[in-house]
């Protein structure tokens, strides 16, 4: 049963336009939210993370909102690069930070074409 | 600088056989954690430790053991490889218990095939 769900496996933006990349979890005992990016051949790297006690968090291009109510996360990547083509993982725990077990979505695959 | 690194990057193995694959973080975290990369399922959590002799079960971790003698290694081994172990590993490593351990810092990945 997969408690964190990317629904959509590829996203296709064109350069300099907004990407929003949605992720939506099952589990209402999840407290922290993170997003990783991976490009292929590498391992996964943070991106930028959201507690459950906040609805966005910003961090230049990259913002998350966190919509409690409907169990649904998004990351916004404003503007699209090129450089931003990659897997993107959202992932959540509900422990608080006592284990820091994550668990993972399937992952988005970002196409920003110039 | 501080890096987080796996051997071998690809390894193909038969049926039957014990595989090891070898995590070192010279990042000096307490945590420590391999994941499985398979289509469909994301990264799946196999087994995680907080420190030296400190060795715990993730969602997967059937088939696969890990010991921890020392901060920079977590050995990953494979008791009987199966084809189902098929996939992408990845280690990582983590600062300590809190947020902070949240922020996780990934190797680049072994590609292990069994035949």
């Known amino acids: 049963d997969q408690q964190v769900k990317q629904n959509s496996p590829s996203l296709s933006v064109q350069e300099g336009r907004i990407s929003i990349l949605n992720c939506d979890y099952t589990?209402?005992?999840?407290?922290?939210f993170l997003w990783y990016k991976k490009y292929p051949a590498e391992g996964p790297t943070f991106l930028i993370s959201i507690s459950s006690i906040k609805d966005k968090n910003e961090d230049g291009r990259f913002t998350v909102f966190l919509n409690k109510s409907a169990k649904h996360l998004s990351l916004h990547i404003v503007p699209s690069q090129p450089g931003d083509s990659a897997v993107y993982f959202c992932a959540a725990s509900d422990d608080g930070g006592a284990t820091n077990k994550l668990i993972f979505g399937t992952g988005t695959l970002l196409a920003v074409q110039p | 600088d501080a890096e987080i690194t796996q051997s071998p990057r690809h390894k193909i193995t038969e049926t039957g056989r014990q595989v090891t694959l070898a995590c070192h973080q010279t990042w000096n975290h307490n945590n420590m954690f391999w994941y499985r990369q398979d289509l469909g399922h994301g990264l799946r959590l196999i087994h995680y430790?907080?420190?030296?002799?400190?060795?715990n079960k993730g969602e997967v971790s059937d088939g696969y053991s890990v010991s921890r003698s020392n901060t920079e290694d977590l050995p990953l081994t494979l008791e009987s490889a199966a084809s189902s172990q098929t996939s992408v590993y990845f280690c990582?490593?983590?600062?300590?218990?809190?947020?902070?351990?949240?922020?996780?810092?990934f190797g680049p990945g072994t590609r292990l095939t069994v035949l």
């Open positions: 589990n209402s005992m999840f407290d922290y």
């Open positions: 990582a490593s983590s600062e300590s218990r809190g947020l902070a351990g949240y922020t996780q810092y």
């Open positions: 430790s907080y420190g030296v002799q400190d060795t």
